[in-house]
């Protein structure tokens, strides 16, 4: 057979995009002309604090509390989430009540209060209500300004992440529920073996996302007051040295450094679990980087991806 | 002789909320027996096999399994509803097969039939294993143990359905709709295997629209319409000569 002529024809003419074009190269050229020629900016200064080992500690800082405050708000919120499908109503409504309160206040609020945790409760007493005491210890002895900013930022974090395992754990077709129901399978060991496996390509993405927002979150812990993290140290040292500006762009050059680092490991993990790829993509075993296991349950089609899932708080 | 039957069902009723779907439901299976249940979408076919082994909670009557009472117990009068750990044991009996499989997507054919006797009946993986691969040789997937689902035509991911249940080591199988979603030239593999299974001497209840199977491999007939039972007997007087004209109008249309 002849091979046809293929069709060769000229595109629609396009004059917007260069007008596009100009303007961004106009607003970008005025931008780095400003960087270099504006001496406010005092570019010696940020170079010189740039890995200032105060700096560096409070880099450190700001990662503790972000990874502290991130395992403590997975921990709550699958334990919440489950309790929020339970069968005992009590359960369900302790959850209800925690997500009700923790998303129903803002975060800075919460912060201040664990600060004032010592002056509200300056002991802690194990006893019955309106009844005997049975053990009791000076709050002090525990009060530490980081472990309670982990603690406050954990329990905020929990209430929304426990959304979207709740989202997830929804998304897994009931009929798995129902095999593994009718093969005799408890409860307990269905939501662990059968769902949870197919509900984390739904949690796991927007829960790398919810990491990124929590590193710059991590900066309103001054409410409690933390004194550590990167934002309040060379906000520190910028206003000690009349120096604000160069200092806030050290911080800043430092949050988009780590968000940078965070976002390759968040596309990573959304292509190991193909998110964002259809059924018939995986079928044909077309999606790079992705897991196996994760595209033979992708292209089973259990899952059913919630379109209004992203929780940002 | 009398022996008790596999399954006897007594006045059971059906209510999902006001929709009043089983509407006294008296059936008894013997044991070794198949019972194909047919009848229009809606009659209520599904929900009564669900009720079985406790899918679905029946609202009035009672339902035994080889003369055990599902679901409740019966002491001086009162009824005292089992626990979910109770309910979970009466299962364990009772084998079942979906419409649209539910194989467990995350593992292999081996694992999905390896899962409940290792967590529910607590056998050791090679143990698990090895009944897993008499299974599947069973249903003659022998070669696609480590295949996923998805990995799988629908007729095949059906028998690793019949496998996974039969792993259980079930007195009686039940069976909704197991060809319905599958494209006609995989309908026969899956209807094969039931019928080996049934001349194994399980007991089964089938719920299905194969009328052929049914005139095959049924012992017993069941035509279900709008809630009843309308006609039951012989596979062959029900379907070629019903006496009731429901059951005569549905075989019109389907046959």
Known sequence: MQRPELIDARPVPRPSLWIWAGIVVLVAAAFIYDLFTNGNYRWDVVADHLFDPRVLSAVVWTLILTVGAMVLGITMAVTMAVMRMSTNPILRGVAWAYIWFFRGTPIFTQLIFWGLFVVLWPTITLGIPFGPELFS????????????????????????????????????????????????MKRSKTLWRIVMPQAMRVIVPPTGNETISMLKTTSLVLAVPVSLELQFVTNAIGNKAFLPIPLLIVAAIWYLFITSV?????????????????????????VKGMSKRQQAILASGTVHDDPNLEVTP | MTTTPMVDIRGVHKFFGELHVLKGIDLQVQRGEVC??????????????RCINELEQISAGRLYVDGELMGLREEDGTLYRLSDEQIAKQRERVGMVFQRFNLFPHMTARENVME??????????????????EQLARVGLSDRADHYPAQLSGGQQQRVAIARALAMEPEL???????????????????GVMQELAASGMTMIVVTHEVGFAREVGDQVVFMDDGVIVERGEPRQV???????RTKDFFDKVL
Not at chain 1, 154 to 163: K, R, V
Not at chain 2, 177 to 191: K, Q, R
Not at chain 2, 240 to 245: G, K, L, T, V, Y
């Open chain 2, 36 to 49: 194909v249940v047919l009848g229009p979408s809606g009659s209520g076919k599904s929900t009564l096999i």
């Open chain 1, 262 to 286: 965070l976002m390759v490991f968040q596309s990573r993990l959304e292509r190991y679990y193909g998110k964002g790829f259809d059924d018939s993509e995986a079928d044909r075993g077309k």
């Open chain 2, 173 to 191: 199988m039940l069976f909704d709709e197991p060809t319905s979603a599958l494209d006609p030239e995989l309908v026969g593999e899956v209807l």
């Open chain 2, 116 to 133: 409940a006797p290792r967590q529910v009946r607590g056998l050791r993986k090679d143990e698990a294993a090895k009944l897993a691969d």
């Open chain 1, 137 to 184: 210890v000076d709050s002090n002895v525990f009060y530490t300004p980081a472990l309670f900013a982990i603690i406050g930022l954990g329990l905020n974090e929990g209430a929304y992440l426990s959304e979207i395992v709740r989202a997830g754990l929804n998304s897994v077709d009931k009929g798995q529920w129902e095999a593994a129901t009718a093969l005799g």
């Open chain 2, 239 to 245: 379907i070629d000569s019903p006496r009731e004209q």
